[in-house]
DNA sequence: TAGACCACTTTGGTCATACCAATCTGGACC
DNA sequence: GGTCCAGATTGGTATGACCAAAGTGGTCTA
């Protein structure tokens, strides 16, 4: 909790190498389906031409891909595997791969992401520390404050949630909303108009949640983040469906 | 539904090449803590010279690991990275560390999984369609004929919330389960002897799941599945305490 | 003609070596 | 003590080569 990413002054792009490039075209290839399931992929020669690059970037790239658990490299070639069987990692390329991210994708997640909210609170709640109670009465108090930009209050939600997983303190659900992490959250803050919720829910969620933290009560902590779940999916899906 | 994994005579070992056993190697030492976060990895070079091998086999390597969000590679060094913030892949080496999976873990695990379990349930079943409702019905039949061996009846287990994941259709799901799977139930399937659940819970199991496919009530299955996975837990957590 | 068998080709796995650009390091210099 | 610069180090990439396993196609046999 102390040591947190103090030095972040500059933003790094991921990097973008020759194998990393080559990896992201035929991730999206395979992702858009141009190769059927159990096909050979091309050799990695044939790749290396393509790309006018050498055999050794193309291996790292297909390693990459074998990664996503979308390719399975044999002796004898690649082959494609299906994509419901890939790695959580295809995620973020398969909701960027349009001019707009697909809605139903979009609700699915939100939708998952939900119900790992409510999980994570029921999980930390019951357990809550007079500190950490404490801690957490803090944070929802100085939501209230500038209720009105959702560019100010989502961070601090976000870090609510982050506070509560930590509590929650289970290591498989904090890798998986790593990943999720990962994927989505910053390729869904930047494409969309920010969806307006309206205030007096946002106000009725921290003073919802604010209860069930006082009173040690998860599901109603759950209960409130449903709702505003649900809120949040129409918004988006209102959002994404407008062209 | 109707074309699944029909050929699979011969299990594939998953070809242990020079380049993943270096990363399996390097890989668990990260996990192990035997690198502190922000440290810088060995240069590629020292690395193929300590593994014997070459640099491109040491690089495809840590470009898996890199995928692992374990390190972080720049021209200058690879650093290490967080384990708290690296991808659910990281689960399974995870577990296979010490000679007994960590019980704080499973734990984790099976509770997490219990959650996704149930939020499939309650997406899936209000939304069956009669076709649908029927093949479950006829997988919760097949089950209370071989009730007592939980070998045969743990695979139908998964078969049925495979089917549910399928009704539900949440790609988010999916892929969160297909990398839960990949990287714990094999692995938990082989380590402890077989936690035998008292047949008479497995009954009222079917039963009460039975119940609620056939009235439609998703809370119901799920709430089933609460209670089986609670036991679950008990007894896998049991059998992880006695030496 | 259908099927088994075998040589040839292709493919992935690995190695060695080399060059470049970015980074890092250490010492000279102010 | 701080600044700055040159050399060493490091990752990124390319080329070329060899091996073993898998795929390929043709021949030969029953």
Same mark, same amino acid.
């Given at each position: 909790m102390s040591r947190m990413n103090s030095i972040s002054p500059i933003k790094v792009p991921p990097l973008m190498t020759r194998s990393h490039e080559i990896a992201g075209v035929l991730r999206d290839e395979i992702l858009r389906g141009q190769f059927r399931p159990s096909e050979r992929l091309p050799s990695e020669r044939d790749l290396a031409a393509r790309f006018g690059a050498s055999?050794? %970037?193309? +291996?790292? %790239?297909? $390693?990459q891909i074998e990664q996503l +658990?979308?390719?399975?490299?044999q002796p004898g070639g690649a082959r494609i595997k299906e994509v419901n069987d890939a790695s959580i990692a295809v995620l973020g390329p398969l909701l960027g791969m349009? $001019?707009? &991210?697909?809605?139903? /994708?979009v609700d699915q997640f939100l939708d998952t992401f939900s119900a790992l909210a409510r999980f994570t609170a029921t999980r930390a709640i019951p357990k809550l520390s007079e500190s950490q109670r404490a801690d957490l009465l803090a944070q929802l108090d100085s939501m209230t404050h500038d209720m009105n930009s959702v560019? $100010? /209050?989502? &961070?601090k939600m976000r870090a609510f949630l982050m506070t509560l997983g930590g509590i929650a303190d289970n290591l498989v659900v904090r890798l998986i909303s790593n990943d999720l992490q990962a994927q989505f959250v910053e390729r869904m803050l930047q494409l969309h108009p920010r969806p307006s919720l309206k205030p007096e829910l946002l106000r009725e969620l921290v003073s919802d949640m604010r209860l069930g933290v006082e009173s040690g009560d998860g599901e %109603?902590?759950?209960s409130a983040l449903d709702v505003h779940f649900l809120?949040? +999916? %129409?918004l988006?899906?209102?959002a994404l469906a407008s062209d």
């Open positions: 055999r050794g %970037a193309v +291996r790292e %790239a297909l $390693s +658990r979308l390719i399975d490299i349009g $001019s707009k &991210p697909d809605a139903d /994708l560019e $100010s /209050l989502q &961070p %109603a902590v759950a809120s949040m +999916r %129409a988006v899906a209102q």
